[in-house]
């Protein structure tokens, strides 16, 4: 069984950082990707950020790009997402996720088949 716990969220104001972690168990780790999607009050779940299973492939939502960072320590099953310059924009749900299939990065959420339970990012102005 696939298990994915998120850590890291809170509560913060516009410029500051936060870096979240997740957990993965029940998977060869390092044979798959992960991301990162968000979700916020009222819209859609949006991708932000994935990373292949080596570390060497990460990919970012333009909106994110230059101020978050995602990067995985393969002997820990851990992934994180280092968040720069936080944007009251970024105050979401954040989700990590495991890809549905081994040696496949995806930015698409149908390419992944578990979740996290999520961690709440609140960033104030």
């Known amino acids: 069984q696939v298990q994915l716990v998120e850590s890291g969220g809170g509560l913060v104001q516009a410029g500051d950082s936060l870096r979240l972690s997740c957990a993965a168990s029940g998977r060869t780790f390092s044979n798959y990707a992960m991301g990162w999607f968000r979700q916020a009050p009222g819209k859609e779940r949006e991708f932000a950020a994935c990373i292949s299973g080596g570390g060497g492939t990460t990919y970012y939502a333009d909106s994110v790009k230059g101020r978050f960072t995602i990067s995985r320590d393969n002997a820990k099953n851990t992934v994180y997402l280092q968040m720069n310059s936080l944007k009251p924009e970024d105050t979401a749900d954040y989700y990590c996720?495991?890809?549905?299939?081994?040696?496949?990065?995806?930015?698409?959420?149908?390419?992944?088949?578990?979740w996290g339970q999520g961690t709440q990012v609140t960033v104030s102005s």
């Open positions: 996720a495991i890809a549905r299939r081994s040696f496949f990065v995806s930015r698409q959420a149908k390419d992944f088949d578990y």
